[in-house]
């Protein structure tokens, strides 16, 4: 049995042999033509790529500089807002002590009411009393006469 496995594998490899043997013609000129056609078309793709990305970068760098100019205004917006936020509460405290210099200051002989410090819910000032205006709960209103 051996020797039979061995004689069909000796066919077999004699068959292989005659089947490499064979000689195949091919048109190398036609194939080298379609390779280099092929390769122009991947240069003229590469180029165009090439601009299509230069234009894209020179856009991209565009946009950057408009950036970097917004940040750099926002910043200058910040702090000039900062600024003024820190000018108006001065302003707000130096009104504030004036308004209780004036208020306080000149207390002397007047009412409690008028030197002690509002509470939140109150009325800011006493109504000053209109003088054509009646006062009392059962009076009318004034009438030339």
Known sequence: MRE???KSLAAREAGDEEDESLVVHVDVARIESEAKAREEQLKKELHEARKLSDAKGAQIARQDDVIEGLER????????????EREAKRAVEAAQKQLDATRFGSAKGKSKRWSRPLRAGTRSWPRARDPLRPSGRNSRPRTAS
Do not use: N, P
């Open 4 to 6: 039979k496995a061995r």
């Open 73 to 84: 205004r926002v910043k200058e917006l910040g702090s000039a807002q900062t600024a003024a």
